[in-house]
């Protein structure tokens, strides 16, 4: 049976990248990093690992797939929010949001879409 490993990411900066990412997560490099690649993996126990490539795309304002961030309630969900801009993300408009949504949609300083979702509401 597969699993996955990884959770790969195209950056256009793979220092600046892995810099949010660590941040925002708890995450460390696995190995050192080098300008064209890192992975990174959770300080502590086990979890996915985010791997950050050099990629000449550009980022997608609708991507395929992003990544869904989980908060425990809508106060972690905006304190987490708030702490992830904070570390250079920003708030992106997004035109295909539901009427009471249960995710807040962010970009990384990479402009990665990604979203921070409140579990609590089901």
């Known amino acids: 049976m597969l699993s996955i490993g990884s959770v790969v990411l195209g950056v256009s900066d793979v220092p600046r990248a892995a810099a949010f990412w660590a941040e925002a997560l708890g995450y460390v490099p696995r190995e050192e990093a080098d300008d064209g690649w890192v992975v990174l993996v959770p300080a502590e126990g086990p979890g996915v690992q985010l791997a950050l490539g050099l990629s000449e795309t550009p980022v997608q304002e609708r991507p395929r797939a992003h990544l869904d961030l989980y908060a425990r309630n809508a106060v972690d969900q905006a304190a987490e929010v708030e702490r ?12 295909l949001y539901p009427e009471d949504p249960d995710f807040v949609v962010l970009a990384d ?14």
């Open 84 to 95: 992830l801009v904070s570390l250079g993300a920003q708030r992106v408009e997004w035109d």
């Open 109 to 122: 300083p990479e402009g990665n879409r990604f979203c921070v979702i409140d579990t609590s509401r089901g």
